[in-house]
């Protein structure tokens, strides 16, 4: 992404209308109350043949307390503060309003570049309030309807320089999932720099959890600064937002969403939507920490979150939040622990650490945590030390013998990474139970030391014979040197 746009404007004027056009979907939240969006929101940003970030803000509101109105205004200024240019929307049927004239001082005097946009003036009911948007001197407004889309070409061309002004200094950072290996890839041994965290490729975290769990108040304490909502009131989070930071000195982009509460407590429609968005938050997410409070551990929508994380492939850390208000501490802990083991059975041996999103105790070994846990995920292991630990398997519990069939295991290999992947070649595949396929991904965690991470393992019959759908690996002579020489059969 060549550079950053902060969409500013107060309340109802059309601003995540306007955001969820230029990402291409219904990221942000829209409805018709005001104040709807309260954090700030972030998201990759399409027009025509550009690409850029782009910044959706609480709407400005003339309030400097300690209200959330007041928090949110604080928040929009600091998106002025990060974005390359700023969109400040004004809305064209009702014209400049006392804090459209307010906000516009603010901006000046911030030295924002700015591109004044008048919007809902589709049509002769925008004339009018289009004119008025000379009077705040920010230059010739921008005529759009961000609900039809119209002025979209005008804003193209207005921001089209800044693209290559600042395309050196960003780098593109969407986390690579699902990584496939090549055959030669899938017989060396890994490069350890290959996946380590950079400013150009931050470590892409996730934090998830029920409401007033904690989560905003814990990423403000690893960032150091308020850049989150936070408040008594549960749920102040509605829309899933990323943050970039150095941590401990790894790079990280940090997901804060919105508390996902159980299906018959969800309804308000707003609340619907911040579940929806903050599954797609843990889509983009490479390490997924499920939040806990050490009051009410492993409910029911904890078991599912975390179980969640684990389905969609990504590494998962549990972390245990308010640890500072707990009194029998070692009591608890034994306490955690078992319950996990027990309920949590697909991330055995995940680790699951105790913090204070409030004092920040635990944030370093959260952040050890973390590392280790990104680096399992990132896991590449030789097919020749597959297929030696593969033989000692089964000689140690052959696979079952459904209806008198006796299935071969003939071979293993690694065709996938981020998460692990596997491929084991046999007869009657789709008769393999699931108890062995268990019994062969809790030997992967702990013959290889992959404690917690997702483990994927499939069976190939001869009719596919190779894992890696190479054509040249279709004939029965190549695919029998590719076996002998991993197995030394």
């Not at 309030?63 to 400040?88: C, K, N, P, Y």
């Not at 230059?139 to 800044?162: Q, T």
Request: proline share 6%.
């Amino acid at each position: 992404m060549s550079f950053t746009l902060a969409i500013v404007g107060r309340p109802n004027v059309g601003k995540s209308t306007l955001f969820n056009r230029l990402v291409g979907r219904k990221l942000a939240l829209v409805d018709d109350q005001p104040g709807v969006t309260r954090d700030l929101r972030e998201g990759d940003a399409k027009l025509f043949d550009m690409r850029f970030t782009v910044i959706d803000t609480a709407g400005l509101e003339e309030i400097t307390d300690d209200s959330l109105q007041g928090r949110m205004r604080r928040l929009t200024e600091r998106a002025v503060d990060m974005a390359d240019v700023s969109l400040f929307v004004i809305d064209g049927r009702v014209g400049v309003t006392p804090s459209d004239e307010t906000f516009a001082d603010i901006l000046r005097k911030k030295g924002a570049r700015v591109i004044l946009a008048v919007n809902k003036a589709e049509g002769k009911a925008g004339d009018a309030g289009a004119l008025e948007g000379w009077s705040l001197g920010l230059g010739e407004p921008l005529r759009i309807s961000a609900e039809h889309g119209e002025g979209m070409d005008d804003l193209y061309r207005l921001l089209k320089p800044l693209e290559g002004e600042f395309a050196e200094r960003e780098a593109e950072n969407t986390p690579e999932i699902d990584v496939d290996l090549t055959e030669e890839e899938a017989e060396l041994e890994q490069d350890e720099e290959s996946f380590r965290p950079t400013a150009k490729k931050p470590l892409q975290i996730a934090v998830i959890g029920r409401p007033n769990a904690g989560k905003s108040t814990l990423i403000n304490k690893i960032l150091g600064f308020d850049r989150l909502l936070t408040g008594p009131e549960a749920g102040i989070t509605r829309d899933a937002i990323s943050v970039r930071a150095d941590w401990l000195g790894t790079p990280i982009k940090i997901f804060d969403t919105a508390g996902m509460r159980k299906r018959a407590r969800i309804n308000e429609k707003l609340e619907k939507l911040s579940v929806s968005d903050g599954i797609r938050a843990v889509r983009f997410a490479e390490v997924v920490v499920v939040l806990l409070d050490v009051d009410i551990p492993f409910e029911v929508q904890d078991l599912r979150i975390a179980d969640f994380a684990e389905t969609e492939g990504r590494a998962v850390v549990v972390a245990v939040n308010k640890w500072d208000l707990e009194d029998e501490k070692q009591e608890k802990l034994a306490e955690l622990k078992e319950m996990f083991t027990r309920l949590l059975p697909q991330l055995r041996g995940a680790p699951m650490i105790t913090v204070s999103g409030k004092t920040g105790r635990g944030l370093d070994r959260l952040h050890e945590a973390i590392l280790k846990a990104h680096a399992v995920w990132n896991r590449r292991i030789p097919t020749a030390r597959l297929n030696t630990w593969l033989g000692a398997m089964v000689e140690s519990h052959p696979p079952p013998a459904p209806g008198g069939k006796r299935i071969k295991l003939r071979y293993m290999t690694q065709v996938k990474q981020r998460p692990p992947g596997y491929i084991v070649m046999c007869s009657h595949p789709d008769e393999m139970a699931e108890s062995y396929k268990r019994y062969l991904v809790n030997g992967l965690r702990e013959h290889f030391d992959m404690p917690g991470t997702p483990i994927r393992v499939t069976f190939r019959g001869q009719g596919d014979k190779n894992p890696f759908r190479n054509p040249k690996f279709h004939t029965p002579s190549r695919l029998r040197k590719h076996k002998e020489k991993n197995t030394g059969q």
